[in-house]
């Protein structure tokens, strides 16, 4: 979604403008709706809580306060077009696609 979203933001009007941000809703609501259960099921009961609220936070700052300043470096780089940020984001769901298919299934494991 990151090159058609940039796409259509270029274009600059507003009905454009806001299907991309529309669909880009769509699929960040998507991820976040199993994401819950998707973290919790990466910890045994009796770290769970813990385990997930430490994960949650690390990447809080890590991941999402270090995004706007990658992006704005990459734009930087790149003279003002988005195409290294879409690359960033790409990237990014990448890693994200390998570590999802990399945890372990635990829907038949003992609690």
Do not use: N
Not at 41 to 67: K, M
């Amino acid at each position: 979604m990151a090159f058609p979203f940039f796409a259509l933001v270029g274009t600059r009007t507003a009905g454009c403008i806001a299907l991309a941000v529309t669909l880009a809703l769509v699929g960040h609501a998507a991820m976040y709706g199993p994401q819950a259960a998707f973290f919790s099921e990466l910890f045994g009961t009796r770290v769970r809580y813990s385990g997930v609220s430490l994960g949650y936070q690390l990447a809080a700052p890590f991941a999402g306060g270090l995004a706007p300043l990658i992006a704005t470096a990459l734009m930087d780089a790149s003279g003002g077009m988005p195409w290294l940020v879409a690359v960033y984001l790409v990237c990014t769901a990448a890693v994200t696609l390998v570590c999802v298919g990399l945890a372990k299934e635990t829907h038949k494991a003992e609690l």
